[in-house]
């Protein structure tokens, strides 16, 4: 069993920063893969930025390269997504995943066992 706490989102003016936080718990081998999935109103869950926790290996989505960076802190049990020159398109509800070690269907959010509960992220232009 894994558990995500979320943190860090919030509203930010057009090309500001903002650093979310997913502070894990729980199985290592449930959360070998770790990522950040977000979902606008009335649009689909998309994958954002990919990690693997053994080898800190990483993946980003087409429209977020570039501006957002993964990152972990193994001793802290936590990922971060920092965002920077955020746009109005990225304003979403920002999730936290983790799933077993498999380098396929990264982006598919079926492949995730568990997730988070959500934080907000809203950019004004």
């Known amino acids: 069993q894994v558990q995500l706490v979320e943190s860090g989102g919030g509203s930010v003016q057009a090309g500001g920063s903002l650093r979310l936080s997913c502070a894990a718990s729980?199985?290592?081998?449930?959360?070998?893969?770790m990522a950040w999935f977000r979902q606008a109103p009335e649009k689909e869950r998309e994958g954002v930025a990919v990690?693997?926790?053994?080898?800190?290996?990483?993946y980003y989505a087409d429209s977020v390269k570039g501006r957002f960076t993964i990152s972990q802190d193994n001793a802290k049990n936590t990922v971060y997504l920092q965002m920077n020159s955020l746009k109005p398109e990225d304003t979403a509800m920002y999730y936290c995943?983790?799933?077993?070690?498999?380098?396929?269907?990264?982006?598919?959010?079926?492949?995730?066992?568990?997730w988070g509960q959500g934080t907000q992220v809203t950019v004004s232009s």
């Open positions: 995943a983790a799933g077993p070690p498999s380098y396929g269907g990264r982006w598919n959010a079926n492949e995730y066992n568990y």
């Open positions: 729980g199985s290592t081998y449930g959360r070998s893969r």
């Open positions: 990690i693997y926790r053994g080898t800190g290996t990483t």
